[in-house]
């Protein structure tokens, strides 16, 4: 039995390393590992023979913005590895992502934090069901290191290549983390997008509003740096939304009055342009009443941080409010006990959760989260985007010619301008928070 044990260690060692190779290859690098590294792999690798193929297995990889991601699930929603590079410091001190930046981080991260992934999980890259990559929406030149790479992987490997939506991504990841049926509502927030869709399917969508210009994570960033967040003792290292959320705790949100956008259009659509512009005013007319100039922060900074984002969240809760009555209008969610899931990076915000619980609790629908870690952007919900379509067998290609990212695709069928021809009226909710 010992000599059996032995050789199956050694035979997986082996496939294990031949298929880094394949990997490093990929990457345009080939690495020799020292003896003793490999030695100390043999060693600790522990081979099961037969078990790794129980379960419909995908590699998730994630580079649609400023984020290098992977991970490994299996079809009952193990997260067998996952590793992450984040570019969040350097791009705080260029005040933004630059494209061309993020393009080059993750060319120098992807195959690293690939091989983290792969060897977290303990899974040989031949033993992948399939490869999942983000093509779209997303920054060009950051979707295109990803795809590159993957091609270049699926065509060593010879495995099925997914195609995914990093959207529909997002909206999926509530069924890996919590057992929720179709149909359900689905906002998705975050620094690049916003929206709310009715999820009937897979990849069956009802978009029912969208953003008319940026999005609230692009909004609160924009507001951060007006704000020179960066230079506030407490969120120097935060995220602009991070360091919004955190000072917004400490001001009165009632020191400024501020009107949600599009107050008197019937519509789930949003807008947030208009209110980074008004925030602009509020702290050009503060300057000059505190005598500072720009680029010095605030003594009022928490202030404009809790308006803001108190504003944002009503917003936000407006038009989701609408879809709720639009959606049981039309039977398109059950009168009791509909689900509504908030993703997004902005829906890690607790305030703005706590919103849409007042919500809810209201509309006698149930709010689900991922966990913050699973709102932002990650590798595990590409793979499970993967396994979802697997399992449904929707879009898995053999065939890879001709794949090309898209930084802009729109999600599912644009039902908005029906919603805004039912020009329901929302009712007063008290938003206290």
Known sequence: MQIISCFCNCVSGIIYRVSMLILNKTAGVFFKPSKRKVYEFLRSFNFHPGTQFLHKIVLGIETSCDDTAAAVVDETGNVLGEAIHSQTEVHLKTGGIVPAVAQQLHRDNIQRIVQEALSASRISPSDLSAIATTIKPGLALSLGVGLSFSLQLVGQLKKPFIPIHHMEAH??????????????????????????????????????????????????????????????????????????????????????????????????????????????????????????????????????????????????????????????????????????????????????RRALEILTNATQCTLLCPPPRLCTDNGIMIAWNGIERLRAGLGILHDIEGIRYEPKCPLGVDISKEVGEAAIKVPQLKMEI
């Not at 120097?236 to 949100?253: D, F």
């Not at 602009?280 to 984002?309: C, F, P, W």
């Not at 509909?338 to 607790?350: E, H």
Request: one cysteine or more.
């Open 171 to 352: 909206a999926l990841t509530i069924r890996l983390t919590n057992k929720v049926e179709f149909p359900f509502l689905v906002l998705l927030i975050s620094g690049g997008h916003c929206l709310l869709a009715l999820v009937q399917g897979v990849s069956d969508f009802l978009l029912l509003g969208k953003s008319l210009d940026i999005a609230p994570g692009d909004m609160l960033d924009k507001v951060a740096r007006r704000l020179s967040l960066i230079k506030h003792p407490e969120c120097s290292t935060m995220s602009g939304g991070k360091a919004i959320e955190h000072l917004a705790k400490q001001g009165n949100r009632f020191h400024f009055d501020i009107k949600p956008p599009l107050h008197h259009a019937k519509n789930c659509d949003f807008s947030f342009t208009g209110l980074q512009q008004v925030t602009n005013k509020r702290i050009m007319k503060k300057e000059k009443e505190e005598g500072i100039e720009e680029g010095q922060v605030l003594s009022s900074a928490a202030d404009i941080a809790a308006t803001v984002q108190h504003t944002m969240a009503c917003h936000i809760v407006k038009r989701t409010h609408r879809a709720i009555l639009f959606c049981k209008q039309r039977d398109l969610l059950p009168q009791n006990n509909a689900v509504l899931v908030a993703s997004g990076g902005v829906a890690s915000n607790f305030y703005v």
